[in-house]
């Protein structure tokens, strides 16, 4: 069975864009792949973060994971700093990984120009990245878009690495990314994609009441401003989100009634909101059942990282000696 590794960073609460976007893949995948899910909290100490606030937020994204149907018996699922192989073959990495390739990353150019003094652990971001990957030999990674240039780069370091120090083999394989047709999910203002930090999104763990009072103000197409005004469904972001959540003949009653103007914004969004609740109830009930039992997502987590550290120890070995480390006995 070909290997999947993926990451997520601990966001926090995982909301309806990251569920549709990715979560939902993952857990498609886990039928068909041998997957090693991780929450990377290692990722996430590359600005100024509360020590408190991550460790919660890493908490609520395994908790929403496997709410969200992440079966801990099908994959392995784990916190990245559980394994601490993860932060030693970054290291190692940086041996083969030039200066002008972390550079030269978008993503890199982009948040380094919001610091006054830029952390290196932000110019080193994708050789950890490298390293979460490669540490399991994964095959092929579910990836996003904004992703895929690092992705590029870990095969890159992969490739430097087998011609220095694989010894006339190639010990990595070269991961493949692997795009899914991914669903891009506006965020509640209508325009830009949702994003906890942007404050427009909808977590999946919300209860009905919040969801609402968030929907209720939500933006629609902007030409409907009197409720009698007929509107253009594929000007509305509560269309888009109907696409994701409403039934076929729904997203069809819904812009025949929006053209129409038979249906005021309100009574669209109501249905919206039936019909995300129907689909979000059962993972909300999954997630409370969890948080009631603690005791269950520690023991779960544990055995993730003992699964995932057999795995990482055999590597970290091998790489050690093809690198020349000394042996330990
Ligand atoms: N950088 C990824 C993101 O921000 C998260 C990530 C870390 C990841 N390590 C990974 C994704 C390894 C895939 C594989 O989304």
Redesign the pocket.
């Known amino acids: 069975m070909p290997r999947i590794?993926?990451?997520?960073?601990p966001s926090g609460e995982l909301h309806i864009g990251n569920w549709l976007g990715a979560v939902q893949n993952w857990v498609r995948l886990q039928q068909t792949y041998d997957c090693i899910y991780?929450v990377?909290d290692l990722?996430a100490i590359t600005g100024k973060y509360e020590p408190a606030a991550l460790q919660r937020r890493t908490w609520e994204m395994a908790v929403g994971l496997l709410a969200a149907g992440v079966d801990p018996n099908r994959v392995t699922l784990f916190v990245?700093s559980h394994v601490p192989e993860h932060a030693e073959l970054q290291w190692l990495f940086n041996a083969v990984t030039p200066i002008g390739e972390l550079e030269r990353m978008t993503q890199f150019k982009d948040k380094s120009s919001r610091f006054e003094s830029v952390p290196a652990g932000l110019l080193n971001?994708p050789v950890?990245?490298a390293a979460?990957?490669l540490l399991y030999r994964a095959d092929l990674?579910?990836?996003?878009e904004?992703?895929v240039q690092?992705?590029e780069l870990t095969r890159e370091i992969c490739r430097k690495w087998n011609a220095e120090f694989g010894g006339g083999e190639d010990y990595f394989p070269e991961p493949k990314p692997l795009l899914t047709q991914a669903k891009r999910v506006m965020g509640l203002d209508g325009q830009s994609k949702m994003s906890k930090s942007l404050g427009n999104t909808i977590g999946i763990l919300e209860p009905p009441e919040e969801v609402w009072a968030k929907l209720r103000p939500a933006k629609t197409d902007p030409a409907r401003v009197r409720r009698q005004d007929p509107g253009t469904p594929e000007n509305c972001n509560i269309y888009a989100l109907h696409g994701f959540f409403s039934p076929p003949e729904t997203v069809a009653t819904v812009a025949h009634n929006c053209r129409t103007a038979a249906w005021g914004c309100i009574e669209c969004k109501k249905v919206l909101s039936d019909n995300l609740n129907a689909q979000l109830d059962p993972i909300r009930a999954r997630a409370a059942e969890l948080s009631a039992h603690p005791e269950t997502v520690v023991e779960l987590l544990g055995d993730g990282a003992e699964r995932a550290r057999r795995i990482a120890r055999e590597t970290m070995r091998e790489v050690r000696e093809r690198m020349g480390f000394l042996a330990r006995d």
């Not at 590794?5 to 960073?9: A, E, K, L, R």
């Open positions: 590794f993926s990451g997520i960073q991780c990377v990722h990245q971001y950890l990245m979460d990957i990674v579910p990836v996003g904004d992703q690092h992705l």
